[in-house]
């Protein structure tokens, strides 16, 4: 199993168009083969910022998400574009 967090903030201004954009890429991330879980919160404190926490059956079913189309498009050309800030890691259930 493999556990990925990521952290985004986007100016306030970018902030409704991240939303909508994660809102579309949580539900095609959930229908993917391979994907426990994936999840997208938005700060109560900073409602510029966003978590995902996404759960993968194995490091092959990430590289499937990572490939997909919809990742491309709302991920590489959408929330990194209007980022202001990006961390992920990866984390190892116990």
Request: aromatic residues 10%; without cysteine; glycine residues 4%.
């Amino acid at each position: 199993m493999l556990v990925r967090l990521v952290r985004f903030s986007f100016a306030a201004q970018d902030a409704a168009k991240a939303e909508a954009i994660f809102a579309e890429l949580q539900s095609a991330s959930r229908a993917e083969a391979g994907v426990v879980a994936f999840y997208v919160a938005r700060s109560d404190d900073d409602p510029t910022r966003f978590v995902l926490w996404e759960v993968y059956e194995n490091q092959a079913a990430f590289d499937l998400h990572s490939a997909s189309e919809h990742f491309q498009r709302l991920v590489i050309d959408g929330v990194r574009k209007l980022a202001k800030e990006r961390t992920g890691e990866s984390l190892s259930p116990l």
